[in-house]
C-alpha cells in the first residue's frame, strides 16, 4: 500500500533564491573531468536560472602536464559538452555562457603560472567592470593543492586587493590522509587563509534529500520528541554504489572506503541525523552542533580483536562477467585496499545512549542507493491478541537520498479481512512526482552558496579534524594488518562480516 501526496504548498516568500553579487570564478584544473562533468554544467545550470549575474566571469586555469589551452580552445570544448548535455538549451544561452569563459594555461608549481593568471583577472576584472572578489575553486589531485595553495599565496591571490572581502578557495576532498596529514594541511591553509575564506566541499552536503533531513527534523513538531532513545531502536545509513572503481584506482587504492565515503560523507548524514537543534540555521550555530555530535561519538578501541566487532571490510571479488577489485586497472594484484566498510557507532549523549547507528558503503554492490533508515521500538504491549507486539513490524522511517530521492514511512494499519488483520502500509513521498522535476545537481548548490558567502554546507577545520580522530585507530590497526579484507561478489550486498555485525544484535540490514 502507498500514499502520495498530490500537491505541496510553498511559502514563497522564503524560496526565493538569492543572487550572489558578480564575481570571477577561477577554477584550477580548469579542463579536469571534475570542471568538465560538474562545475561548468552547474554554473550553466545557475545562469539558466537567473543566478549568475551577467557581469560574473570564469577562468579555468591549470591542469595536470604540459597545458597549452588557449581562451578559445576551452570556449570550444565547453561549447561542445554543454550543447551534448543540455539538448534543450538555446544556442544564445549557450554563447552568453561561452562568452564568460577564458583559460589561463601553465603548470602549478611555476610561479610565473600564478603571475599570469593575476594579470589575466586584472584585465578580465576591467573587461567585466569587476573590483577583484574571487572564488577560486581548487579541482586538483590532493596531492598539488598545498602546492598551489602556496603558490597562491606567494603571488598575493590569497588576499583582495580592491575588494572589502577576502578571495573565497573552494577545496575538493580527500583533505588529508590521515588525521596528522589532514592537521597539517589545515595548518598549512590556515597560515594563509582565514577560516572564513575555507569553503571545503563535501558533496553529500549540497544534495537536496540531505538538507531535508534538516527540514524533517527541525521543521516538524511530530519527529523531534521521538527522536532519541527512548523511541528510536536504532539507525542504519546506507551508501551502496552499483560501480566499481573505474578509472580513479590512482587515487581510490592508496585511499579506500574508510577515508573515500567515511570520513566525509557518511559521518556528515550520521553528525545531520544525530545532531542537537542548532538554535538558528546559521553557519557557525550549526556546524558547531555538527561538531559536537562527531565528538559524542564513542572512539574505537585500539585493540584488533576488539576493533573488528564493530568494524569490518571488504573487497569485491571475481564474479562472471565483471573483474574483481585486484583485476581492475591500476590496482596490484595483491592489493589489501577495502572497497566496503561496515561499522557500528553508539553516540554517548542523553539522546542517543544505547542506540546503535550501523553504517555500509561499498562498491559493486547490488545497486546505487543512499538511505537513511529510522527504526523505532517495537509496542511494549499488543492489545490484539493473538497478534503478539513480535508480530508487528516497527515503524520504520526511511529517508531516500538517492536515487528515488523522497521520505517513506512504515505503519501498521487494519487490511480488509477479519478484526485484526493488519499489515504494513507505506505513506511515500517522491520528491519527483511531487516536485515535478529533478532534484538539481549538489555542486550547483555549493558553488552558489559559496559566491554568496554562505559556510552552512561546508566542513569547518574542527569538523574535519573530529571525523579524522574518530577513524584514527580504525586506520592504524588496519595500515598494521596483513589480513586481507573479506571477498564479496559484485552485485551483492557486501560480505558476510557486515551481516555478523548486525547479527551480533540480532539485527539485520534492511534490504533497500
Ligand atoms: C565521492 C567518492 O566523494 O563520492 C566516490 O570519491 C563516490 O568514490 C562518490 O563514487 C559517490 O557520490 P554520489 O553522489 O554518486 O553518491
Redesign the pocket.
Known sequence: MSGTPTSVSVREEICIEATPKTCGVVIFGGSGDLAHRKLLPSLFSLQKRGLLPESTYICGCLSYGDDQTTDEEYQNKVRHDLSEKFTDASGEEIETFVGRLSYSPGAFDETRTYTGLAEKLKTLDSKFGLDGQYVFYLAVPPTIFPAIISKMAETGLTKSNNHPGNPRVVIE?PFGHSPESARKLSRMVRAVLDEEQIYRID??LG?ETVQNILMLRFANSIFEPLWNNAHIDHVQIT?A?A?GVEH?AGY?DGAGCLR??FQ??MLQMLALTAMEPPAAFEADLYRDEKVKLLRAIRPFPSNPEELAKLVVRGQYGDSPGVDGYRGETGVGEDSNTETFVAMKLMVDNWRWAGVPFYLRSG?RLRR?V?EIVITFKRLPHSIFPPVTPEMLSPNVLVLNV?PEEGISLGIEAKRPGPKTCMGTLTMHFDYRRVFGVEPPE?YERLLLDCMLGDQSLFVRTDGLTAAWDLLAPVLNVWGDSREAPEKYPAGSWGPECADRLLWADSRYWREP
Open positions: 576532498k558533496h553529500y544534495k551508501t554504489e560501480i580513479r581510490y573515500d565515503m566525509n560523507h562498491k546505487r543512499s538517492q549538489a
